[in-house]
């Protein structure tokens, strides 16, 4: 089964292009699109935590470096060129994103077709402040300070099917462009509610925070603040409902605070909004008190009002597949369906767990094992269908293994295939001293086992 969108999505405007001085409008939509014959590519730079150097600066000065270097985008990190002195003193990392659509249809992307989009960040160490309840129960939301240092990396980490997080992006950021130029609501009609729902373990709830962490850098300027609460909807329909509706009321009130400051952009994330529906059905039918018809109204109505803040983004996620009844679910206008990764995906998610193990010395035996970069699923199915030269011959036995490990995964949830490599080692005869393709071998023993366990 694939992931797929219920809503196809429309390619966002041609039209917010670069000012004078070469630097694309930050604020444009994520995606690749052609201007004046230029693709634009979102090109992200981690500031050191130590950095006091004014966005301005630095954005200027990537830009230049990246006129002066004449070589093929494509995703992922780019060095600091060792002349630049400014660069290298204040930026941690630069990398160069969504591409990949791009690289999918046209294979390669050169320097004279690209106009970069330069975002400039610095990561938030803060970490999340829990609200505790004053009787030590569950906290009913956490909340972090976005770009998070915590969220770092999940965006990349996180692997479907070609342009699925693609669109999730652009489809946020229209809604953003929309609320921003003041399109009226009565003539063009549109929300910023987004539901992921799917099987458990398929990466939904990091997959909305990922987002959110994406869009608090591609929307830094407008929005220089950005914060996600998480609501923890268990937590507020846990034993005692009296007190539910004062948390309910105490965390809207604290969202409501959030998204007065018009510069402010706020996510809240309402993860697995099913237990909001299975509240209601409770109540409705006698087995829980009756207020909690009331607190689940009450939120319901929160976030309708929420709705009418142009600076908020409600990401909530289900793991039910089926309709579920929860009346600000349906509309969401966009509800995507996150299935189990495709053979791609789970090869790829393989392929970073194996690359990880190597990095790390935890698997060796092979020569030069700490630099082998295993191939991508394209070029690994390439190599596979050319004929073997002595050389490549370990190279292309470790993408064939591989490639038939994601096989023997079918089924697999991401959360799985993220936790099958440490399965396996535990299993290894020896765990001191293993080559990858004999690790290989027991992945594949270790997912066998693991599916014989999935209910059907
Ligand atoms: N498609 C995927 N690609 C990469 N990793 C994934 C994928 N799906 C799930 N994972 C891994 O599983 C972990 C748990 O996912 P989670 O967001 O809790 O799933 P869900 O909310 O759907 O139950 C993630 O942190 C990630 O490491
Ligand atoms: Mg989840």
């Known amino acids: 089964m694939s992931a797929s969108m219920e809503v196809t999505l429309q390619d966002p405007p041609i039209d917010q292009v670069s000012d004078h001085n070469g630097v694309a409008a930050q604020d444009s939509a994520p995606s690749p699109m052609l201007s004046e014959q230029k693709v634009l590519v979102s090109v ?10 004014r966005i301005d600066d630095v954005c200027s000065a990537v830009v230049r470096m990246l006129e002066n270097r004449s070589l093929s985008y494509s995703d992922g990190p780019i ?11 204040n930026v941690q990392r630069i990398s160069i ?20 989009v330069v975002h400039v960040f610095q990561l938030s160490e803060e970490g999340p402040c829990e609200e505790i309840s004053t009787d030590g ?3 009913s939301f956490n909340e972090w300070i976005l770009p998070a240092k915590e969220f770092d990396g999940m965006w990349e980490s996180l692997i479907y099917e070609s342009g699925l997080k693609q669109r999730l992006l652009r489809y946020a950021a229209s809604a953003l462009l929309f609320t921003e130029k003041g399109v009226d609501q009565f003539l063009v009609s549109w929300n910023r509610i987004i539901l992921l729902h799917g099987p458990p373990g398929t990466g939904k709830t990091s997959l909305c925070k990922a987002l959110a962490q994406k869009l608090s850098i591609r929307f830094n300027q407008r929005y220089p603040q950005c914060q996600l609460i998480e609501v923890n909807a268990h937590s507020l329909f846990s034993k005692w409902f009296s007190e539910s509706g004062k948390l309910v009321a105490k965390l809207f009130q604290k969202i409501q605070e959030m998204v007065e400051e018009e510069n402010n952009l706020v996510f809240v994330l309402i993860d697995e909004v099913e237990s909001l529906a299975a509240a209601r059905k409770a109540a409705l039918s006698g087995s829980e008190p009756s207020d909690s018809i009331r607190v689940v109204n009450a939120l319901l109505t929160q976030m309708d009002k929420l709705k009418s803040s142009p600076n908020v983004i409600v990401l909530t996620t289900s793991n039910i597949t089926a309709a579920i009844d929860v009346a600000f679910v349906d509309r969401a206008d966009i509800k995507a369906y996150i299935g189990p990764p495709t053979l791609q995906a789970r090869y790829e998610i393989l ?3 194996l690359q990880e193990l190597m990095r790390t010395g935890i698997l060796t035996g092979l020569q030069d ?3 082998i970069t295993l191939p991508n699923y394209a070029s690994a199915k390439e190599r596979l269908n050319t004929p073997e030269n002595l050389e490549a011959a370990t190279a292309n036995q470790l993408c ?10 079918e089924g697999m949830s991401g959360r799985s295939l993220r936790k099958l490599p440490f399965l396996a080692h535990a299993a290894l005869a020896n765990p001191f001293d293993c080559n990858p393709i004999e690790f290989l071998c027991t992945m594949i023993e270790t997912a066998k086992r693991e599916r014989s366990e999935l209910p059907d």
């Open 44 to 53: 992200e730079v981690c500031l050191k935590p130590t950095s006091t150097a």
């Open 79 to 89: 060095p600091v060129p060792l002349d630049e002195a400014f660069l290298l003193e």
């Open 97 to 116: 994103c969504d591409t990949d659509e791009w690289m999918n249809n046209h294979n390669i992307l050169l320097f004279w077709q690209v106009k970069p």
């Open 137 to 139: 129960q569950l906290s």
């Open 351 to 353: 392929r970073s767990c």
């Open 369 to 371: 094992c700490k630099n």
């Open 400 to 409: 064939k293994q591989l490639l038939e490990t994601a096989e023997a995964c």
